[in-house]
């Protein structure tokens, strides 16, 4: 540790810190607006400067490291000043539309305006005027909006290594770009959406489905039926006041069943079937001499990566399609079968945290008879904003069930919101179906948490199965280039796009940078789903009982033909 001073008090602090960790640690706040904790620290906004004593120059307290004897001031009337004049000047340039922007009450720059007593703007400068890139499926690019921080750009390249937006041009012309300026869609961007959470402003945002959604509800001719995915019920609750890491399932099926859907149901169910076949199906691999490492697909962002960086890994992946699309495949054949609807009446909207299933949901691969499996994608955002518009008080809502026949999912299916959550589902029902009979223990704690890359080997039925876990895009990189180069090797990998797993997608409320340095939003919304399973009656996808009666009534087994139709596909280079 070393002994420092910050606005006069004595604090002695790790030797590693910087100015701005070591003052938040001790409760004094510092603004920030280009920093985001552990991807983007570029000292370039000048919105955190402090006083340093015995420096000429005002300092960025993100990236002056602490030294013995330190001095520092936060907050006298030059550091106030000057953070106030470089704010302006920002948003000089800044279109400032607030009132319809989608991040009105969430943007950085507009809570820094009302923090730093900005009540009039005193340059009013030129400005560019540049053309909203809006063609793809997940994410909308304003550069009208865009302060030039370059936290998505670190996201984009350092995090998920997909690099294809950075900084171009100079000077008054800078801008974030894709190269040659073409639009995201053109490029081998993975629509993971995480330069959209890591946006202070809404320079990024998601393609709002919400509008195909109210005129589907408003059709008399259309069975309008949603689904959520396992990581909303962990986001949703923030948009609402609740502290992060709030399971609100109950209130969230009460608040889609207000909105007007004709049935909701939980993609968990989706999860439980995507593990039945999954589980079947890396035996099948284990046991027969088929490709290995198996790897998950339910994560599109991770397929698209897949399909651009390491199409040699594409045998690997898993036939089976993501829970909601499966789900949505199982509503429009054996739902309305059942249920004597017509299919082509039948409009599937999932919510999701992730706004590559936009993507994803309009694949070609993602159809089974002609009929989309999926018809729209809702974002945790997108839905909270319905919620908000049909005047429905969420804080007060009831806590109901999900609707029959689906309304009881297991704990496994709840868990493939976190990271490791697929991995351990499949273990569950894998340990038992090589074992011969029903394990006991069923947490798999090697799997859970947040480190990048995670091993575990466990022995099932007399046979060691090693696997392997990787989120956010870099990690998967570093463990799929291990294997290329032969230094690892293992049975099955599950590899989520998103660092944390859904529970972090791109799709889920925004939380701010300032917020991030002190909690891990990773790790508390993945309590809420762990807390879920904990409580469930039952913690195995293949106990059950819809999914007995699914494979007794329309199945038949795991694997069959016509689970092949309708659940699986494949990815070609
Ligand atoms: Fe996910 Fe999945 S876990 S991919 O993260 O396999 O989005 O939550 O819905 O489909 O179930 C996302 C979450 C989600 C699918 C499931």
Redesign the pocket.
């Known amino acids: 540790n070393v002994n420092i001073k910050i606005n006069g008090i004595e604090l002695s602090v790790p030797a590693d810190y910087t100015v701005l960790e070591a003052a938040r640690e001790n409760g004094i706040d510092i603004p920030t607006l280009c920093y985001l904790k552990d991807i983007s620290k570029t000292g370039s906004c000048r919105m955190c400067i402090v006083e340093i004593k015995g420096a000429r120059a005002l300092q960025a307290a993100c990236v002056y490291p602490v030294s013995e004897g330190l001095e520092v001031m936060t907050n006298t009337k030059k550091v106030r000043d000057q953070r106030r004049v470089t704010l302006e000047l920002l948003l000089s340039t800044h279109e400032k539309k607030c009132l319809s922007c989608i991040r009105n009450k969430s943007c950085e720059l507009q809570s820094l305006s009302e923090e730093l007593g900005v009540d009039s703007i005193e340059f009013e400068g030129d400005m560019n005027s540049f053309e909203i890139d809006d063609v793809s499926p997940s994410i909308v690019r304003d550069n009208n909006k865009c302060i030039l921080c370059r936290r998505c750009v670190n996201m984009c390249k350092d995090v998920q290594t997909v690099a294809v937006i950075d900084t171009m041009q100079r000077g008054f012309n800078t801008r974030v770009g894709t190269a040659f300026e073409k639009a995201l869609s053109d490029t081998a961007c993975v629509n993971c959406g995480q330069c959209i959470v890591s946006c202070p402003t809404g320079a990024l945002r998601e393609k709002d489905n919400t509008q195909e959604i109210w005129d589907a509800i408003a059709d008399d001719d259309k069975y309008v039926v949603v689904q959520?995915?396992?990581?909303?019920r962990?986001g949703l609750g923030e948009e609402f006041g609740f502290p992060i890491g709030t399971p609100v399932t109950g209130k969230m099926a009460a608040a889609l069943r207000r909105l007007g859907f004709d049935k909701t149901f939980d993609?968990?169910t989706?999860?439980d079937l995507?593990i039945m076949e999954e589980a079947n199906e890396l035996l099948e691999r284990i046991q027969n001499g088929g490709k290995l490492p198996m790897i998950?697909s339910?994560?599109?962002g991770w397929i698209k990566f897949c399909e651009h960086n390491f199409p040699d890994f594409l045998d690997n992946l898993s036939s089976c399609?993501?829970?909601?699309?499966?789900?949505g495949a199982v509503i429009k054949s054996y739902y309305a079968k059942k249920n004597n609807i017509d299919p082509k009446k039948i409009f599937v909207v999932?919510v999701?945290?992730?706004v590559?299933?936009k993507f994803?949901a309009g694949r070609p691969e993602m159809e089974s008879d002609g009929l989309r499996d999926v018809d729209a994608v809702i974002s945790t955002r997108e839905l909270a904003r319905m919620i908000k518009q049909a005047g429905i008080m969420f804080d007060r809502l009831p806590d109901e069930e999900f609707d029959v026949p689906f309304e009881r999912a297991s704990g496994a299916?709840v868990i493939?919101?976190a990271t490791g959550?697929?991995m351990e589902a499949a273990l569950r029902t894998a340990a038992d179906t090589l074992g011969g009979k029903s394990v006991e223990e069923i947490e798999y704690n090697d799997v859970r948490g947040v480190e990048g890359i995670k091993e575990a080997t466990v022995n099932m039925g007399g046979i060691d199965v090693k696997v392997a876990v990787a989120h956010g895009l870099g990690n998967a990189r570093k463990l799929l280039n291990n294997i290329r180069e032969g230094k690892a090797d293992y049975h099955f990998i599950e590899i989520?796009a998103?660092s944390g797993?859904?529970?972090n997608?791109g799709?889920q409320p925004i939380v701010p940078s300032r917020l991030k340095m002190d909690i891990d939003v990773r790790t508390e919304r993945a309590k809420a789903l762990y807390s879920e399973d904990r409580d469930s009656k039952i913690r195995k996808s293949h106990e059950n009982p819809d999914m007995t009666l699914l494979y007794e009534d329309f199945f038949e087994k795991p694997g069959s033909h016509l689970a092949h139709e309708l659940l699986h596909t494949t990815y070609k280079e």
């Open positions: 959520t995915a396992p990581a909303v962990a993609t968990d989706g999860a995507t998950t339910c994560s599109p399609k993501s829970p909601h699309e499966m789900f999932s999701m945290p992730c590559a299933k994803e299916g493939f919101g959550g697929v989520m998103c797993g859904c529970v997608g799709g």
